[in-house]
């Protein structure tokens, strides 16, 4: 299972927004010779009437602590983001997040790669 760089955050954080474009590594985008070791030649998944969810768990758990819906910024070109609501991050640890993709038809695909979070305790 592979991770993203680390994503350091405070207990309390609203911030920052993440931003995802989510591509298919079985087809080539418009004008690329696709290549599986390159996303840049992967086209965009069309998120058209999709609902992307964004879920969240402490490492080691296989209790989800959250679940997120995502804002689909441009459905055609595979594009979203996740806000923080308030009572995300109510206590230190690693965390892992992974963005589920819910088409219109019902079908579900999970990205393969985690997103890893590290949270700190606040001052107050």
Known sequence: MAYSSTIKLVVGDT?????FTLKDSNTAAAGKTLDPDDSTTWAAV???GSTVRFRIREV???SVLSTITAT???AANGQLTVA???GTWTTSGTFEGEIE???SGGGIQTVQDLIK???RDDFD
Request: charged share 5%.
């Open 101 to 103: 993709h819910t088409t």
């Open 117 to 119: 979070f590290q949270v």
């Open 84 to 86: 923080f609501p308030s």
């Open 15 to 19: 911030l920052p927004e993440l931003n």
């Open 60 to 62: 080691g758990s296989t």
């Open 46 to 48: 069309n998120l058209s």
């Open 72 to 74: 689909v910024t441009s």
